[in-house]
Every structure is written in structure tokens, then in C-alpha cells.
């Protein structure tokens, strides 16, 4: 049981160039999440995913596209990155579709930087 | 909207004294509160949550925390740290409608021999 994975760990780009990171669970879970996580800032919510088919917008979600590829895997696509894209970005799972009350299990992160 | 304060960005301490972190939050509705813990390089991981009920919740690795809802506050704290406690510490907030929680900026603790 790997819980929530993701890759790359790190990656470093060009201002413009686009990627992907990906993310998995291995838990069935139904929601998803991405985060970004910048000092001094927290965690901030950039889209989730509340069932395979749906996804929302979160706090901070321009520039940024998702895809809920099936109930495991949640990708998160950086079209034409820019340099205040960087951050390192954490993806998240949780048991149900919704309430909040959900306790939300964390990947290792992908640490980002655009040059 | 919901916002939550960490008041202490750094907390330094020895190792085996106590500590407290504090958390602020506001809302409009009734809340669920969490606090998480960030190790080096690692992602976050659930210490523990105030969900209704008792309003002295106990974590993992002996801490607890307290839901004040006349001061909207939910302090976290631990009688006595170990060097392993060394850390970045989160406090979130949520509530029966959303779906994604609200995080504060951040404690590091930073437990010293």
C-alpha cells in the first residue's frame, strides 16, 4: 500500500515550456486535490476533483489544467510555465466526495522551479 | 470565507519542555478544524481534528489541542517535546459545505538539546 505517489520529485523549467505532474492513490479514494506550497503561505488549493468525471476550481487555479484520468490517478498540467510557478506542489486524497470533514492524505510533493 | 492565523511563523524550545501553537481561525458556519505536521521533506500528515463533540482533542504522538469557539481558537500543544518533534506545523479549517480545506501559514518548531 504506497498510499499517494507522485512524479516527478523534482523538475526543473524554462519559462514557456509545459509538463505534466502526475499523481496516484492506491487507497479508493474518491476526491483528489492539488496544492501548491510556497514560504510563509501554507498550503493553497489550485483544483480538486470530488469524484472520477469532476473537477473544481480552487484558491489559486490560473495557469494550471487537470485531468481526473480514472479514481486513481489525478494529473495536474502547467501549459506555459512561468517563473512565480514555483513552488513545490503536493497532491492529496480523501475518502468521500464532500463534507470536509474528510482527513486528507499527502504525497511526498514535486518540487518546481522555472527558470 | 474562511481564513485561518498562525500567530507564530518560528518556536523555538528545548527538548522536553512544553509547547504551545497557537491557531486562530474565522468563519461563518460551523467549522472542522485539523492540524497537520510537516517532517523535512515529507508531505503533510494528519496530527489530529475536531470534528463536534469534546472540545479537547488527542493526536498522535501525544499532542492535543483545544476548540475555543468564544476566542475561534484551536492552540495545539504537547507537555513535553522530543528532538522529533522538529518540524512545520499546519492548522486548517473546513466545514460541512466545501470540500477542500483552508490552511494557515505555518509553524516550525524547532526542538533544540
Known amino acids: 500500500n504506497a498510499g499517494v505517489t507522485q512524479t516527478p520529485k523534482f523538475q526543473v523549467l524554462k519559462t514557456g515550456q509545459s509538463m505534466t505532474l502526475q499523481c496516484a492513490q492506491d487507497m479508493n479514494h474518491n476526491s483528489m486535490y492539488w496544492y501548491r506550497q510556497d514560504p510563509g503561505m501554507g498550503l493553497r488549493l489550485i483544483y480538486y476533483?470530488?469524484?472520477?468525471?469532476?473537477?473544481d476550481k480552487g484558491e489559486v487555479p490560473n495557469g494550471y489544467n487537470v485531468s481526473r484520468l480514472n479514481k486513481r490517478e489525478f494529473s495536474l498540467r502547467l501549459e506555459s510555465a512561468a517563473p512565480s510557478q514555483t513552488s513545490v506542489y503536493f497532491c492529496?486524497?480523501?475518502?468521500?466526495?464532500?463534507?470536509?470533514?474528510?482527513?486528507?492524505?499527502f504525497g511526498p510533493g514535486t518540487r518546481l522551479t522555472v527558470l | 470565507a474562511q481564513s485561518v492565523t498562525q500567530l507564530d511563523s518560528q518556536v523555538p524550545v528545548f527538548e522536553e519542555a512544553p509547547v504551545e501553537l497557537r491557531c486562530n481561525y474565522s468563519s461563518s458556519v460551523s467549522v472542522y478544524l485539523f492540524w497537520y505536521v510537516q517532517y523535512p521533506n515529507q508531505g503533510l500528515q494528519l496530527l489530529l481534528k475536531y470534528l463536534s463533540g469534546s472540545t479537547l482533542v488527542k493526536g498522535i504522538n501525544g499532542f492535543e489541542a483545544e476548540f475555543n469557539k468564544s476566542q475561534t481558537s484551536f492552540h495545539l500543544r504537547k507537555p513535553s517535546v522530543h528532538i522529533s518533534d522538529t518540524a512545520e506545523y499546519f492548522c486548517?479549517?473546513?466545514?460541512?459545505?466545501?470540500?477542500?480545506?483552508?490552511f494557515g501559514s505555518g509553524t516550525r518548531l524547532q526542538v533544540q538539546p
Open positions: 476533483s470530488a469524484s472520477e468525471g469532476t473537477t
Open positions: 486548517a479549517v473546513s466545514d460541512p459545505g466545501r470540500r477542500a480545506l483552508t
Open positions: 492529496a486524497s480523501s475518502e468521500t466526495g464532500g463534507g470536509g470533514a474528510d482527513t486528507q492524505y
